[in-house]
């Protein structure tokens, strides 16, 4: 059982209070997630090009000369630190910063994109909202989960959202029976995955239909015959 929540702004005056209301709309749903929990916020588009939230386990250790690390590598970028995470803001590509992080397995990747930041971790929600001053972010649109695991460990991995694209990312409140068969699919046409969680194959398995063209609808539709089980999911894509 785990909580889901979505909101898109159409009224530009109230794209500075995203984070408020999204933070108010992730501690309702408290019951439904005590574990863990995450949001994506979609804001403003990185001056750099190409924007990373990357997680790490030792922030005060990775984190402290990141930037520096990075330029010693020719990557030239932009770091703002946020507790447990970091925005990497770059006009490098970003398989150039992954591949960097290749041999720091304290270090992972959230998201990627033009616009989206991702942050999750465990504990309550109220305190991921606080820990990262999401109340303060601003944006056009936004997705979060609460997580009450039931089949996995407390991890902040195997909190959501999930991305497996640019500007893609992906909340699920329920079960998949069919994901390590999907998995080793999606494993074969390229796709990577960070955890063994059912709802990462769901993302996974969404950005691997639109990169063959199809729509967020037409992929939508694709998972009611492809996906086994029960699953409620809430996608944010740059657009929506």
Known sequence: ??????????????????????????????????????IAIYGAASAKGTKLTIQSSAPETDFADLAQKLASSGIQADVTVKSTHAVVETEAAADEVRAFLADKPSMRVMGVGDNVEI??????????????????????HGIGHTRMATESAVTTLGAHPFSTG?????????????????????????MRFETENDSEVAAAYLTSEMAKGKDLGAA????????DGFFTFVVGTKSG
């Open 1 to 38: 059982m785990c909580g889901i929540v979505g909101l898109f702004l159409k009224d530009r005056t109230l794209e500075p209070k995203l984070g408020d209301m999204l933070s108010d709309m992730l501690i309702t749903m408290t019951d439904r997630g005590p574990d863990s929990a995450g």
């Open 220 to 227: 939508l539709e694709g998972a009611l015959g492809d996906l």
């Open 166 to 190: 640019p500007d893609q990312c992906l909340v699920h409140n329920g079960s998949l029976s069919n994901h390590n068969n999907l998995r080793r699919e999606l494993v074969r046409s390229g």
């Open 119 to 140: 942050y999750k971790e465990t504990g309550l929600p109220k305190d991921v909202v606080e820990r990262f001053g999401v109340r303060a972010m601003g944006g056009t």
